[in-house]
């Protein structure tokens, strides 16, 4: 019964690069979060998705960052054109609910480690 | 303000202490609330639920008081492995945000 899959598990990019992080919930959990986390620091809330709905991305970067969660397969976080400051852990988590009833208990993955050179 | 407020310590401990860690909210509609445990590099592992009415699980007791907008944690006879970030969560709906996280050292 794997938990949340994500990969790759570290990830090295030069300036102006791409980055695409993909996150595989937890089988029957049909919501997904990321969050980053800069070294030092709490985890920081960017997008909250559904199958195939962006439901808040209110945390994200309104440039060269992007999310998505198809009907298909993973949800794949993607950040155009990266620079140093994007360098951190990004980690995905999914939950069963995420309605207003929620006692929204997150699992996590295991993050992704992006460095950018 | 930050929505949810925590001690980022560190706190240094010997071995079988007491240790109480403590916690803020801003939003009083807040639904749920959590305390999550992150070791270094590691991702964040659910430690237990806070209710009013107070839980415990073994050394730990978790107590939410929603008239102060407060949430404790503490931990009794702590051990080497206790040595971890403890994070502050509260959720509302779907939102689901998390404090800055509580440092503990436990010390043989």
């Known amino acids: 019964n794997a938990g949340v899959m994500q990969n790759p598990r570290h990830l090295v990019r030069r300036r102006g690069q791409e980055a695409r992080l993909r996150c595989s919930p937890v089988?029957?959990?049909?919501?997904v979060y990321w969050y980053r986390q800069l070294p030092e620091e709490g985890l920081k809330f960017m997008v909250y998705?559904?199958?195939?709905?962006?439901?808040?991305e209110s945390g994200m970067p309104k440039e060269r960052f992007s999310a998505e969660f198809p009907k298909e397969g993973p949800s794949i976080l993607r950040i155009q054109q990266v620079v140093r400051g994007d360098s951190a852990a990004y980690f995905c988590?999914?939950?069963?609910?995420?309605?207003?009833?929620?006692?929204?208990?997150?699992?996590f993955g295991a993050g992704s480690r992006l460095t950018v050179l | 303000r930050k929505e949810v407020e925590q001690d980022p310590g560190p706190f240094n401990v010997p071995e079988g202490a007491t240790v109480a860690f403590n916690c803020t909210y801003s939003?009083?509609?807040?639904?749920?609330f959590f305390w999550y445990r992150q070791d270094c590099r590691k991702e964040p592992k659910l430690l237990m639920s806070?209710?009013?009415s107070g839980n415990e699980d073994g050394r730990f007791t978790a107590q939410l008081n929603r008239a102060s907008q407060y949430i404790s944690l503490l931990i009794r006879d702590s051990k080497l492995s206790d040595s971890a970030t403890y994070l502050c969560?509260?959720?509302?709906?779907?939102?689901?945000?998390f404090g800055a996280g509580t440092r503990l050292f436990v010390k043989a």
């Open positions: 998705l559904q199958k195939e709905n962006i439901i808040d």
């Open positions: 806070v209710y009013s």
């Open positions: 988590a999914s939950a069963t609910s995420g309605g207003p009833s929620g006692a929204n208990v997150l699992t």
């Open positions: 939003n009083s509609a807040s639904q749920s």
């Open positions: 089988k029957g959990h049909s919501h």
């Open positions: 969560v509260v959720n509302k709906g779907f939102k689901t945000i």
